[in-house]
C-alpha cells in the first residue's frame, strides 16, 4: 500500500530584528512541531529584509542567528529543509514572472503595504515594499507548499498567492499549487509587550524593555519582568479588563506547559511582584537550554557554514524544478 505524501510547509522569518518570544511562542514552536506531520521548508528571508534600511552587518550576523537558533529551539536540517533565502537565485527569477502576472491594484490594496508606508512617509517608500507580496508568493509557490503558517496580518499575502498563482495556471495550464493560510494555535498565537499590553511584541520595537529577546542574559530577562506593566487591583486572572495580567498568564502557561486557570489557582492571593518574578523565573528555564545549544553552533561558524549550503542545495533543487516548468510554459528557452 503506497504512503500518502506528506503536505508542503513553507514558512519564513525575516532577519530585520532579533528573535524575541514572540516569535518563538507564535511561531517557531509550531514550526517545530509540524516536522514529524509535514514536509517543511523553512528560511531565513534575508531578502525581504532590504526592504527597510539595514546595516549589512547587522543583516548578516542576524541571518547566522537565526540559522543557529532554528536548530538550537529544534528545528533539524535532516528533517527539515533549513536556508537562507539570497542563496537560491530562483526566488528573484520567478517574482519577475510573477510581476508580469499581478496587477497594480492587487499590490495596491494589500493592507501591510497601506500601514508601513503611512509611517516611512513618501520619501521612505521603495518599490521592495510595495512589491514584497510578489516575493512572497515566489517564495510560497516554487517550493509548491500547500500550507503557510502566517499570523493574521499576513493572510492576506497568502490569498494573493493563490489569485497569482491561479492567474497563471488559467494562462499557461495548471503549474502551482494554490497554496492555504494556517493559522495554528489561536490561543497562544500572539504575546504582547510587557511595557504596552495592547501592541504585540515585535522584534523591531524601539522600546526594547517591552520585549524578551530569545537571547538575553537572564538577568535581563528577570528586570524586564519585574517593570512589566500590570494592572489596577492585585488579583492574578486572566480578562479583558486585566491585558498586561492576561498577557503575563499566558507567557507562563506556554513556559510551564500548565493551562492559565491551572495558573490562576496557584497564584492566587499572590502579589503582583511574586508572579512577575515567577514568570522571569519560567522563562529563563525554557530558554536556557535554547541558549545553550544557540552557543555550541554560532562558535562553529564552519559547521554553520556547511549547514547553511546543505540547505540551500536541497532548497535550489526543488525550486529548480517548478522554476524551469514556468519558464518553459511562458516561452523562454530551456
Known amino acids: 500500500m503506497e504512503e500518502t505524501a506528506k503536505k508542503i510547509v513553507y514558512s519564513a522569518l525575516k532577519p530585520t530584528g532579533d528573535l524575541q518570544l514572540g516569535n518563538y511562542i507564535g511561531a517557531l514552536r509550531n514550526m517545530v512541531a509540524m516536522q514529524d506531520e509535514y514536509d517543511c521548508i523553512y528560511t531565513v528571508a534575508d531578502m525581504h529584509s532590504l526592504t527597510v534600511d539595514t546595516v549589512p552587518a547587522d543583516l548578516r550576523r542576524r541571518s547566522y542567528d537565526f540559522m543557529a537558533l532554528f536548530m538550537a529551539i529544534g528545528l533539524d536540517p535532516e528533517k527539515s529543509v533549513l536556508f537562507v533565502q539570497s542563496h537560491v537565485p530562483a526566488h528573484a527569477e520567478l517574482t519577475w514572472i510573477l510581476n508580469c502576472n499581478t496587477m497594480m491594484g492587487e499590490a495596491s490594496r494589500m493592507t501591510q503595504f497601506k500601514d508601513k508606508s503611512k509611517k516611512a512617509g513618501k520619501a ?15 517564495d510560497i509557490l516554487l517550493y509548491q507548499a500547500d500550507l503557510v503558517p502566517v499570523g493574521k496580518d499576513q493572510v492576506q499575502h497568502v490569498e494573493l498567492a493563490r489569485t497569482i498563482a491561479e492567474r497563471f495556471n488559467n494562462r499557461y495550464s495548471p503549474t502551482f499549487k ?23 511584541m515585535g ?19 528577570a528586570r524586564k519582568f519585574a517593570r512589566a506593566v500590570t494592572d489596577s487591583g492585585n488579583e492574578v486572572r486572566a480578562s479583558a479588563e486585566k491585558p498586561g495580567i492576561t498577557n503575563l498568564l499566558g507567557i507562563y502557561s506556554v513556559m510551564t506547559g500548565k493551562s492559565v486557570k ?46 547553511i549550503k546543505e540547505g540551500a542545495a536541497k532548497a535550489s533543487y526543488l525550486a529548480r524544478k517548478t522554476l524551469s516548468k514556468v519558464y518553459r510554459k511562458v516561452g523562454f528557452i530551456v
Open 124 to 138: 521612505g517608500i521603495n518599490l521592495g515594499l510595495f512589491d514584497y507580496p510578489v516575493l512572497m508568493a515566489s
Open 178 to 200: 494554490l497554496p492555504e493560510g494556517y493559522l495554528g494555535n489561536k490561543s497562544t498565537s500572539k504575546i504582547y509587550s510587557l511595557t504596552d499590553p495592547t501592541a504585540k
Open 203 to 221: 522584534k523591531t520595537d524601539d522600546n526594547t524593555a517591552g520585549v524578551i529577546f530569545l537571547l538575553d542574559e537572564p538577568d535581563t530577562i
Open 262 to 307: 491551572d495558573a490562576e489557582k496557584e497564584f492566587e492571593g499572590s502579589s503582583y511582584a511574586s508572579f512577575k518574578k515567577a514568570v522571569a523565573d519560567a522563562v529563563i528555564e525554557h530558554l536556557r537550554p535554547i541558549r545553550e545549544k544557540y552557543a555550541a553552533y554560532i562558535s562553529d561558524k564552519g559547521e554553520l557554514d556547511r549547514i
